[in-house]
């Protein structure tokens, strides 16, 4: 660590300056914002997947004493703020005019003066439909001669969103027609929520006196999302300059946040048109049965090998159920997020993978949750094939990935689907997994009680990560660019408040980034003040999610006090009547080269700025910068899961997870582990318990905590944690995102562990969730049900 205890640098797991707010209950979140006059909305959601709406009936809502007003798919038409895009530049009702698509679409809003009395409106609302048929099955929905859901859009001849692919299709097929043995999988990553501990919400204020409006919302994109609305709603007055978006404290976004729901956009019409503040929060069954879903993904792998297991090609067809519309929250080029790092850690020659997005009667998805774009499918979709390459071949699954990974030396490396991975050591990773969780004992014990007739698992998952956009020449949301900004001042008495364009959720950036400025200006980071989400005051960039916050807005950080650090150079030569070239720096002071006692502080030169410039030297100290990072960051890890399976129950225990990763080089410590462990219990839950499903009338399964299973810390093994470190060699620090690793590498690891564990049995695979049912099952065919 270059700095001491007291700057608190990078490498200090400095506890969290947020922490005292949060332990406290003196957050701030969206619901804890009270404003004078506050209304309140409840939604009307629709019951049917499909339907015609005949009526809206709102008379007797609107007797009940407190009951405002209710707003409905016309009211909005007026404004031609019916229909909204997605962030994926498709297209959204806001509130419907003739036809529900979903269950739990929004079919109109009430608002009241109290919200129990707004929800009271909502139910007394009368809504007369006419169910109409329904497509849930995304296969049936593909298929030729379908009927069409997005009548709305014209010319529309069937029901596919995008196509998308990447490779060469030719070349992979031949290679896989001279494979000496190809394991063929079909692997289905389900629907699931990111249901954070906070559900969505917003307080719409619209002042018709100055004619703004400011929007308190759960967004992780404020910026992104003020200059959406502006586009939306310039017609009715709301330029960029009157629209102020202000995102609080997050309980927890993991990319759930980043879509613009409904229900914001009725809630600000609402303020608009009765002129009072509107408050609408989510109840948890509304954000688990309507918000935007992940994953969803309907893979069939081929995965092909020679003889002695050296993998040569890789084929992925997937179809993807976007639901009723596409708005998943990919950069615009790669409407299929990153899925092409598919070839992971994994040194192929050729690979091709496609994607056809389809619609279907289902919510809107294809949310990143905790991923970067479609990487938790890619990861699961490779690391379950070398599983199942390694069960064809006979091989042990570690040997197989030791024999294929990318070598350390061949970094930089430019993948055949086309990425360039900065740097990373696969096989030391994986290796020091090995020697924590001492994976030749295992075996041998797994032997011991295999011929006892016990079960236990030992699953392995290597995975690539790919972090941080990105290069703004091929990233973009909607036409911005995805580059992130730091703004830092630093003030007289050598103080500091830095700005950023991304936002925290709970991940601790006003730490971290305060940690990054007292590296590199020496300043404690206990005397940085960091703010973010304000759109009046912070810097425009692009928001938190994909894990891109330390790769674009912590390098702006560095980028950003450097440019201060070369002002104070200049002052403190004035100060020590000196030549620049004379100085040499530390943490916290320049000083004459030789003479260190001869030395000025950071904040002496800060004094400076403010009292005593050199002439002709602009006086302040701070700046500005907006980074466009020039490559992704490749972070990477190895995981080994031990699992024992209950032959009674067919229930799966997680016994010992060991998790190695490897984000580049480290701010603090303890908030990566704290990622990490997070990480990992949002990966148990997807393997073993979550999933969003759908009966053929479009009816959720899953649409409450009572049977949408969130593990607890019962559920979660004690993690074991350790980290190998290469640094990315294109961040300004080195650095490379972690927030989102664990949540792609635990789910492959668990479900290689119990098919390892029922390997003997002639199981080769099976889909997560893996529930006791789906084991049970899996035992009473193979007669080892107890
Ligand atoms: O964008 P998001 O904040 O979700 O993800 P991230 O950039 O991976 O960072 C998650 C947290 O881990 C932040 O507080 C980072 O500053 C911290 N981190 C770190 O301490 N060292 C790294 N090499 C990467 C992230």
Same mark, same amino acid.
């Given at each position: 660590m270059k700095t001491s205890e007291k700057i608190c640098g990078m490498g200090h797991s400095m506890k969290r300056k947020e922490d005292p707010r949060f332990i406290r209950g003196k957050g701030n979140y969206v619901d804890d914002i009270v404003l004078p006059g506050m209304l309140y909305m409840d939604i009307v959601r629709s019951p049917h997947a499909h339907a015609r709406i005949k009526k809206i009936d709102t008379s007797k809502a609107l007797k009940?004493?407190?009951?405002?007003a209710v707003i409905d798919g016309p009211t909005l038409e007026k404004y031609k703020l019916h229909w909204m895009p997605t962030i994926s530049g498709d297209t959204q009702m806001v509130l419907p005019i003739d036809e529900v698509m979903y269950v739990a679409q929004e079919v109109c809003a009430v608002i009241a003066t109290e919200r129990y009395i707004a929800a009271d409106g909502a139910d007394a609302v009368d809504v007369e439909y006419e169910p109409l048929p329904v497509m849930v099955d995304p296969l049936k929905s593909i298929a030729? *001669?379908?009927?069409?859901?997005? $009548?709305?859009?014209?010319?529309?001849?069937?029901?596919?969103a995008f196509h998308w692919e990447a490779g060469d299709r030719a070349a992979t097929e031949r290679a896989l027609a001279a494979c000496d043995v190809v394991a063929e999988q079909f692997v289905y990553v389900p629907r699931i929520h990111v249901a954070s501990m906070e559900t969505c919400g917003c307080v719409a204020d619209f002042n018709s006196a100055e004619g703004k409006l400011t929007v308190y919302m759960t967004t992780q994109a404020p910026h992104a999302v003020r200059t959406v609305f502006a586009l939306v709603a310039g017609h009715v007055g709301l330029s960029e300059e009157r629209i102020r978006i202000v995102s609080p404290d997050? *309980?927890?976004?993991?990319?759930? $946040?980043?879509p613009v729901y409904p229900g914001y956009v009725i809630a600000v019409a609402a303020s608009v048109v009765i002129g009072k503040p509107i408050k609408w929060i989510e109840d948890r069954m509304e954000n688990l049965q309507a918000d935007s879903f992940a994953r969803d993904y309907h893979m069939k792998v081929r995965l092909g090998a020679k003889k002695d297991g050296t993998m040569t090609a890789l084929s992925i067809k997937t179809i993807a159920d976007h639901g009723y519309t596409n708005a998943s929250a990919n950069p615009m080029k790669y409407p299929a997020g990153l899925f092409s790092i598919c070839t992971g850690a994994y040194d192929l020659k050729n690979a091709f993978c496609e994607v056809d997005a389809v619609y279907t009667h289902k919510p809107p998805g294809g949310v990143a949750y905790r991923c970067s774009f479609r990487v938790t499918e890619a990861v699961h979709a490779i690391e379950r094939a070398v599983d199942v390459l390694a069960q064809k071949l006979k091989m042990d699954p570690v040997e197989l990935r030791m024999k294929n990974f990318i070598g350390p030396e061949r970094f930089p490396y430019k993948s055949v689907l086309g990425w360039e991975y900065d740097s990373g050591n696969y096989p030391a990773a994986l290796k020091k997994a090995m020697d924590i969780i001492g994976y030749a004992a295992l075996r041998k014990e797994q032997l011991e009680k295999r011929a006892r007739g016990e079960l236990m698992g030992i699953g392995v998952c290597s995975f690539v990560e790919i972090v941080g956009a990105g290069p703004s020449k091929d990233f973009d949301i909607l036409g911005l660019k995805m580059f992130d900004s730091a703004e830092i001042r630093v003030h007289p008495t050598g103080k500091a408040l830095a700005r950023f364009g991304t936002k925290s959720q709970g991940q601790g950036h006003e730490t971290t980034y305060a940690q990054i400025i007292a590296e590199e200006?020496?300043?404690?980071?206990?005397d940085v003040q960091v703010e973010e989400g304000d759109t009046d005051t912070a810097p425009y960039g692009l928001g938190t999610y994909a894990s891109r916050s330390t790769p674009t807005s912590g390098a702006a950080a560095a980028m950003a006090s450097r440019k201060i650090r070369a002002k104070a150079k200049t002052i403190a030569a004035h100060l020590l009547e000196c030549s620049e070239a004379d100085l040499d720096w530390e943490p916290g002071k320049f000083f004459i080269k030789g003479v260190p006692d001869k030395a000025k502080t950071i904040q002496e030169c800060a004094f400076a700025a403010y009292?005593?410039?050199?002439?002709g030297l602009e006086h302040g100290m701070e700046a500005t910068h907006y980074y466009d990072p020039p490559n992704l960051t490749f972070p990477f890890g190895s995981y080994i899961c031990v699992v024992d399976i209950d032959r009674g129950t067919g229930e799966v225990k997680v016994r010992r997870f060991v998790a190695v990763d490897d984000c580049g080089n480290i701010i603090n410590p303890m908030i990566v582990q704290g990622q990490i462990h997070g990480g990992l219990a949002q990966g148990v839950g997807p393997a073993l318990y979550e999933e969003i499903g759908y009966d053929e009338d479009g009816n959720v399964f899953g649409g409450s905590f009572l049977d949408y299973y969130v593990p607890t810390s019962l559920e979660c093994p004690k993690w074991e944690t350790d980290h190998t470190v290469t640094p990315s060699p294109h961040h300004p620090f080195g650095a490379k995102g972690v927030g989102e690793s664990a949540t792609v590498g635990a789910p492959p690891a668990i479900a290689n562990a119990v098919v390892d564990a029922l390997s003997?049995?002639?199981?080769?695979h099976i889909d997560i969730p893996i529930t006791p049912e789906k084991v049970w099952q899996l035992l009473r065919k193979a007669g080892a049900a107890e």
């Open positions: 009940i004493p407190g009951v405002l030729p *001669g379908a009927p069409v859901l997005r $009548k709305d859009k014209k010319d529309k001849k069937d029901n596919l997050i *309980g927890g976004g993991f990319g759930g $946040k980043v200006l020496g300043i404690p980071a206990s009292t005593n410039m050199p002439q003997h049995l002639g199981v080769t």
